[in-house]
Nanobody, 121 residues
Framework: QVQLVESGGGSVQAGGSLRLSCAAS????????LTWFRQAPGQEREGVAK???????RYADSVKGRFTISRDNAKNTLYLQMNNLKPEDTAMYYC???????????????WGQGTQVTVSS
């Protein structure tokens, strides 16, 4: 069973920063690869950041240069440092567990409950 818990969301002004965390159970962390997604009301889900199977990072074009994904294997935790936030970054941010591969996918085994990020102008 996939176990993921996101945290770190909040309300900030444009230009501000937030750091999201996705804490996974050890089994989830070791068995799957984790991806950050976001979904704003009325919009499609968007892949934000992930580690590809080869260890390289992958980002949505809209967040390149502003967001940084990292992980702490000892803590079974994935992070998303978000800097220079913009109002268009406002969304629910989710962590999802799925097969490790190179590139984006929409096929996942499980999701966290999400954490809300709201950026005001």
């Amino acid at each position: 069973q996939v176990q993921l818990v996101e945290s770190g969301g909040g309300s900030v002004q444009a230009g501000g920063s937030l750091r999201l965390s996705c804490a996974a159970s050890r089994d989830t962390y070791n068995r799957y690869c984790l991806t950050w997604f976001r979904q704003a009301p009325g919009q499609e889900r968007e892949g934000v950041a992930k580690f590809d199977a080869d260890g390289r990072t992958r980002y949505a074009d809209s967040v390149k240069g502003r967001f940084t994904i990292s992980r702490d294997n000892a803590k079974n935790t994935l992070y998303l440092q978000m800097n220079n936030l913009k109002p268009e970054d406002t969304a629910m941010y989710y962590c999802a567990a799925g097969d490790c591969l190179v590139g984006w996918t929409n096929r996942f085994t499980g999701w966290g409950q999400g954490t809300q990020v709201t950026v005001s102008s």
